[in-house]
């Protein structure tokens, strides 16, 4: 089947996947997990050197684990590592307007955070077109 001069596939009766929205996943992926490499390189830190890895809001809520690892969305030195935290704006928002306390230890860890500029960062798009793909055999790494 066609749709938008691309082919598409049915996954199920009303359901359709076409060329375009593999293609967006696919650069979704490869920005996503750019922006990881290049921060775990800027913390000077590898995969497995991080002891947890949390996915927040409606992003996480349909995925799994395993998908996110199988994609390549995630370093396979994360396996066991994710957790998916939920709607947490929502939930630190609401802890924040209770709690002074937090707000100002909140504001002490907000003085510590360091800005980095992926867009600005002369390696992102070598990394993102690194990372762009779903599957890269051993033999072209």
Known sequence: MKIDGGSAFHL????????????????AKGAIRAGIELLLKEAGLSATDLDRVLIAGSFGYHLRERSLLTLGLL????????????N?????????????????????????????????????????????????????T
Request: cysteine-free; proline content about 5%; overall charge negative.
């Open 75 to 86: 370093p396979s030195e994360t396996a066991g590592k994710v957790s998916f935290v939920g």
């Open 12 to 27: 199920h009766e009303h359901v359709l996947l076409s060329q375009k929205d593999i293609r967006q996943v696919q650069l």
């Open 88 to 140: 947490t704006s929502r939930s630190g928002g609401e802890m924040l307007l209770l709690n002074r306390q937090l707000r100002q230890h909140l504001q002490q860890i907000v003085d510590q955070v360091k800005v980095v500029d992926l867009a600005g960062n002369p390696s992102f798009e070598r990394v993102f077109m690194e990372e762009y793909e779903f599957f890269r055999p051993p033999f072209f």
